[in-house]
């Protein structure tokens, strides 16, 4: 149970949150499931494309924070924690689905995303500032990047996440993080120009 | 520019309508609510009680092992190969004896301690209280450690399981006393080590071999494991390569490190052990693995 007087609120850190939550604070984890859901939900989709193993996933995710909340280390930010585990999960389920995996399943799942995109009926004020033709190309060549620089571009734009924790995170050093960083921007900026 | 790159994806990816389903969402938040329910608190204060106890224990059998050779005054004669080690400079002798054997001095004992587990978020005290030495700098480092007179005799079984431990050659004890030498020198030779882990290649083959277990560079790993380095050198922040490696969720990386003997058990600054660590970043494997060997 919470301590007396140890009420869950909105502006509260991740951190506290998740602190929180070790305490029995069940309102806390909510408030944080619904602070990073989508982000979390975006980093997986994009990276499989396919959302009923990203929601599979998401399930695995958010069971893993939930049971290993107490064993969370403020030493490091929650969201680093956070996307650790949602990207070793994703890297297990792409092992073990690979040999099931063929090109064609990829690539009708890309074809959902910009389906889905280019059919997105709330158009918001961004909609305007954006065409949607080319917020659908720049997803789609997003989830066309190579995997690593996919994920490297992922962790940065929905974990907001810096270079060096990406870097921690997927195993890789620095500079190779930021390589990675620099050709996904370089072969999204190309699609862009393409739309311009 | 890459940050107005970053942007419009940003609100591309705003306008993408799929979501996770509410099925899911719903099952989450009935599985943390139940497991909020538990009365985890309570079970974690009650798993410090026997930490507590098992670390007074241990520390009473070190003691009972080392008294008698402290006040011997005519410790039995040695062979050549044990006697070897006290001989040896003490800037490098007692790190490595400290590390290997948990007899050797009550601070690795209580850093190795089975029960050393992070205690729940919501709990700090307990880890103050029961690892008191948790914050304490590395042993390699320590000035106090170099600056300590020759280690007790100790027995071949001890030296034996010293030496199957760390197995400090020659050469690798001029490795560690080129970083002992660093770290002495007032010019705080952690720092450069530490920063040149992200920005460049490590110059010292502790850091090398740190950074390529972290990064799973396994070719360049056995490479330097073949050569002269202390395979649980730790950095500034008392993190060795296992741990790293642990941590990275380098799954090769830790396997090939035990199978050259790094010590499982050997936590950081902060008391968080290769286990912990694996644990917190949720590799399970790992986790397997650094139990089967002795991890706690």
Redesign the interface.
């Known amino acids: 149970m919470p301590d007396a007087g140890d009420s869950t609120v909105a502006d509260d850190s991740d951190e506290a949150l998740i602190g929180r939550y070790a305490r029995g604070d069940a309102a806390a984890f909510e408030l944080l499931y619904r602070r990073h859901e989508m982000r979390v939900w975006r980093y997986l989709q994009r990276n499989l494309r396919d959302a009923a193993t990203a929601d599979e996933l998401m399930q695995e995710v958010w069971f893993a924070v939930a049971r290993d909340a107490s064993r969370y280390l403020p030493s490091a930010r929650f969201t680093t924690w956070l996307f650790s585990i949602a990207h070793n999960r994703m890297i297990d389920s792409i092992r073990a689905r690979r040999r099931h995996m063929n090109l064609e399943s990829l690539e009708r799942g890309s074809d959902e995303v910009t389906r889905q995109l280019t059919a997105d009926p709330s158009a918001s004020p961004i909609a305007a500032a954006i065409a949607r033709d080319e917020a659908a190309a720049l997803i789609r060549a997003v989830e066309e990047l190579p995997r690593e620089q996919r994920e490297a571009f992922l962790l940065l734009v929905e974990g907001d996440l810096d270079i060096e924790e990406i870097a921690r995170i997927t195993g890789s050093s620095f500079e190779t993080t930021k390589s990675r960083l620099r050709y996904a921007r370089t072969k999204l900026r190309q699609t862009l120009k393409e739309f311009a | 520019m ?1 940050e107005d ?2 942007e ?14 509410e099925a ?2 719903r ?3 009935e ?3 139940a ?3 538990r009365p ?2 309570a079970a ?1 204060r009650a798993r410090w009680r026997p930490a507590i106890f098992g670390t007074l224990a241990a520390a009473a059998l070190a003691g009972l092992l080392v008294i008698p050779r402290v006040f011997n005054p005519h410790p039995p004669a040695e062979s050549a190969d044990t006697a070897a080690p006290a001989k040896a400079p003490p800037v490098v002798a007692p790190p490595p004896l400290a590390g290997a054997s948990p007899f050797a001095s009550p601070p690795p004992l209580a850093g190795a301690s089975p029960f050393a ?2 205690p ?3 709990s700090p005290p307990p880890l103050a209280g029961v690892s008191p030495f948790a914050g304490a700098p590395p042993l390699a480092d320590a000035p106090s450690m170099n600056a300590a007179p020759a280690p007790p005799p100790i027995s071949p079984p001890q030296a034996a399981a010293r030496s199957r431990a760390v197995a400090p050659t020659d050469a690798s004890r001029k490795a560690d006393s080129r970083v002992d030498a660093l770290a002495q020198s007032g010019a705080a030779a952690e720092n450069p080590i530490a920063s040149a882990q ?2 460049s290649p490590p110059t010292d083959p502790s850091a090398a071999l740190r ?1 390529a277990a ?3 560079d396994i070719q360049k790993l056995r490479v330097i494991l073949g050569a002269e380095v202390r395979i649980d050198a730790p950095d500034a922040r008392g993190r060795t390569a296992l741990m790293l490696a642990a ?4 799954d090769e990386s830790v396997d090939v490190l035990l199978a050259h003997g790094a010590d499982p058990n050997a936590a950081d600054a ?1 008391g ?1 052990t290769p286990l ?1 660590a694996a ?5 399970p494997a790992i986790a397997a693995a650094l139990r089967r060997a002795g991890a706690r």
């Open positions: 890459s790159l970053d419009i994806y940003r609100r591309a990816s705003a306008l993408d309508p799929s979501r996770p389903s899911m969402r099952r989450v938040l599985h943390a609510a497991l909020a329910a985890r608190p974690n587990s992070p729940p978020l919501g992200l920005s950074r972290e990064t799973g941590a990275g969720g380098q902060n968080t912990k644990l917190a970043a949720d590799r």
